[in-house]
């Protein structure tokens, strides 16, 4: 157990409609971080939160959009949703920031678009 | 722009073998950090090993070692001692910091399966 909490762990939904998916970092943890992960794009960076900034954006769609809270969780919004939009959605997060800290990854959001 | 190669998709191993799994690395930052993480059929993502860009040594945890060459840019990971457990998709990955942002960056993956 990584210790960082993802939920809820599979959703399927229609084209167009909006989902949310919660991320609840390792205790202590201050950065949160979206992926994505599909069958064509492989891993993908989407954006990077630090102690409630915004702190990196990757290849994320206009369409989606993500916050943290002040108690550290961290949300992800995806909206008019496509069936490309398929994919498994993993948030990680990691004590401070530097390039020499761990990031550990949550189980995963499994989100199928019908 | 940093960039992560895997040049092997798949391995076949015979179990209690010992197995090499490759990743060669692009970048120009002074500092960034080195992971594998293994992913089995179930999805997650399980953190295995890390490399910091300056430590001396190569990282080993249990069974996982990382054979780091900075020189060649290039950041492998062996597993000693192959069991049927270790069957999963294996992903390199690079951190470096960029005026305060991070993130990782993922190779493609190498599907490991271990053979009985």
């Known amino acids: 157990d990584s210790g960082v909490t993802q939920t809820p762990k599979h959703l399927i939904t229609a084209t167009g409609q909006r989902v949310t998916l919660r991320c609840s970092p390792r205790s202590g943890d201050l950065s949160v971080y979206w992926y994505q992960q599909s069958l064509d794009q492989g891993l993908q960076f989407l954006i990077q939160y630090y102690n409630g900034e915004e702190r990196a954006k990757g290849n994320i769609l206009e369409r989606f959009s993500a916050q943290q809270f002040p108690d550290l969780h961290s949300e992800l919004n995806l909206s008019s949703l496509e069936l490309g939009d398929s994919a498994l959605y993993f948030c990680a997060s990691s004590e401070i920031q530097g390039a020499d800290t761990e990031a550990f990854f949550g189980q995963g959001t499994r989100l199928t678009v019908v | ?116």
């Open chain 2, 1 to 116: 722009a940093q960039k992560i190669t895997q040049t092997q998709p798949g391995m076949f191993v015979q179990e209690k073998e010992a197995v090499t799994l490759d990743c060669t690395y692009d970048t120009s930052d002074p500092s960034y950090g080195l992971f594998w993480y293994k992913q089995p059929s179930s999805g997650e993502m399980i953190f295995l090993i890390y490399q910091g860009s300056y430590d001396q040594q190569n990282a080993t945890e249990g069974r996982y070692s990382l054979n780091f060459q900075k020189a060649r840019k290039s950041a492998n990971l062996v597993i000693s001692a192959s069991q049927l457990g270790d069957s999963a998709m294996y992903f390199c990955a690079m951190r470096s910091e960029i005026q305060g942002a991070q993130k990782l960056v993922f190779g493609q993956g190498t599907r490991l399966t271990i053979n009985p």
